[in-house]
């Protein structure tokens, strides 16, 4: 399975859209222009279709945990979780 596959399957499992991807490639650091991402999207043998790196579908993966988790703060938790657990405590 390619790269290219796996960010395929995951937008659709995920129900992400095209401003949700940007979003998480940019909460990993990442600028990711529209076009490189339709290339992504398109079928191998399409004029436009780009190559997925591993690095790309290492900051998509990165960036989703932070859109899901929230981002970490210094002793390594993410605010979300803590505040999940200082909920249920009370």
């Given at each position: 399975?390619?790269?290219?596959?796996?960010?395929?399957?995951?937008?659709?499992?995920?129900?992400?859209?095209?401003?949700?991807?940007?979003?998480?490639?940019?909460?990993?650091?990442?600028?990711?222009?529209?076009?490189?991402?339709?290339?992504?999207?398109?079928?191998?043998?399409?004029?436009?279709?780009?190559?997925?790196?591993?690095l790309?579908?290492?900051?998509?993966?990165?960036?989703?945990?932070?859109?899901?988790?929230?981002?970490?703060?210094a002793?390594?938790?993410?605010?979300?979780?803590?505040?999940?657990?200082?909920?249920?405590?009370?």
């Amino acid at each position: 399975m390619t790269n290219n596959e796996i960010i395929k399957k995951l937008r659709i499992a995920l129900d992400l859209k095209e401003v949700d991807i940007i979003e998480v490639f940019k909460l990993a650091g990442y600028e990711i222009k529209k076009s490189e991402l339709s290339g992504i999207f398109r079928k191998r043998e399409n004029k436009h279709f780009k190559a997925c790196s591993d690095l790309v579908l290492n900051h998509f993966l990165n960036g989703y945990i932070i859109y899901r988790r929230g981002p970490k703060e210094a002793d390594g938790t993410s605010t979300e979780k803590m505040e999940t657990v200082e909920s249920s405590v009370k």
